[in-house]
């Protein structure tokens, strides 16, 4: 798995730290449901709870509707259709 912007990532770990709070940093592939699922309870064992998600991903892959391959198409509803739906279910069962 290739995660991108990990400074960025453990930036805001540290900024919740001062903070007084616990961050919970879990990489996944945004796509994937199985992955939510387990960031949500890693969430949930680490702190009792998951009261706020950030589902911040997205795609910016330009290309005309007529013109879109297969794959970008998978990869696109992938990362902006799927990965916020099940963020969102992964946390509501959480």
């Known amino acids: 798995m290739r995660l991108r912007k990990q400074d960025v990532a453990e930036r805001m770990a540290a900024g919740i730290e001062e903070a007084g709070g616990q961050p919970v940093f879990v990489p996944l592939e945004v796509g994937g449901l199985a992955q939510w699922e387990a960031a949500a309870e890693a969430a949930v064992d ?3 709870s998951l009261d706020i998600l950030v589902s911040n991903a997205g795609t910016n892959e330009a ?3 007529p013109r879109i391959g297969f794959g970008q198409w998978n990869k696109a509803m992938g990362i902006d259709a799927k990965g916020p739906s099940w963020a969102c279910r992964s946390a509501r069962r959480s």
Do not use: D, K, N
């Open 46 to 48: 680490a702190s009792g």
């Open 63 to 65: 290309c005309s509707l």
